[in-house]
């Protein structure tokens, strides 16, 4: 159990103002080269657009500072939009706190509540242990591997998870 999360976190959604510090974590993230398939040059428009489009955004924030975030909606339109998918990044000087696992929570109540009747996540790279770990220790299985599908910054050609797990009973 991590015990530093900051006591006057919340998680909540996030605005206009967020802006900055989240095009600012998710710069970081890229240029680590080991967990998200996005080339170095990602505009921040395009970043804007997939995080203030068609998905609900939130962070994880203490006071104005901005640790985390995650987006979340349907993983697909029409008759596959019972399924939801998200995704998760936690500035890297606040990883290893447990933010992320607030955010992974967070997000499983937010789409439980709205209904979704199962949570899928598209591309886990295989390596990255921190979030394959908290994903299947929140109740996510491998669905399927996707060989040699990431090309990691240092270790080359690596695997991708799809990750999935029900939110509701399966018989809905
Ligand atoms: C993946 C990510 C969201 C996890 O957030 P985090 O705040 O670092 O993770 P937490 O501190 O909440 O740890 C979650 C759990 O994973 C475990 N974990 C963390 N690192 C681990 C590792 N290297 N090996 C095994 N387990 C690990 C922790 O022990 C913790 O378990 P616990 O809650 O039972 O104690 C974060 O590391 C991140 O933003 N990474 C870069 C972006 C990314 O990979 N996003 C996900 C794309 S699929």
Redesign the pocket.
């Known amino acids: ?2 015990s530093s999360l900051p006591t006057i976190m919340e998680i909540r959604q996030a605005t206009a103002a967020d802006l900055d510090a989240m095009w600012d974590i998710f710069q970081s ?1 890229i240029a680590a080269g080991d ?2 398939p996005f080339p170095d040059d990602f505009d921040r428009g395009t970043f804007q657009s997939h995080w203030f489009g068609a998905q609900t955004s939130y962070v994880a924030a203490a006071g104005s500072d901005v640790l ?1 975030m995650y987006k979340f909606g349907a993983n697909y339109p029409g008759l596959g939009a019972h399924v939801a998918s998200a ?4 500035r890297p000087a ?10 992974v929570q967070h997000s499983l109540a937010q789409a439980q509540s709205d209904g979704f009747l199962a949570m899928q ?1 598209n ?3 295989s390596s ?4 394959v ?2 994903y299947k ?1 929140l109740g996510f299985t491998i669905a399927g591997t996707l060989p040699k599908a990431f090309r990691h910054g240092q270790l080359g050609l690596v695997d991708a998870y799809v990750m999935y797990r029900f939110l509701q009973p399966q018989d809905t």
């Open positions: 159990m991590v993230v967990a998200l985390g995704t998760y990044l936690v606040a990883q290893g706190r447990g933010i992320g696992r607030a955010l996540f591309y886990v790279v990255n242990a921190p979030a770990e908290l220790k």
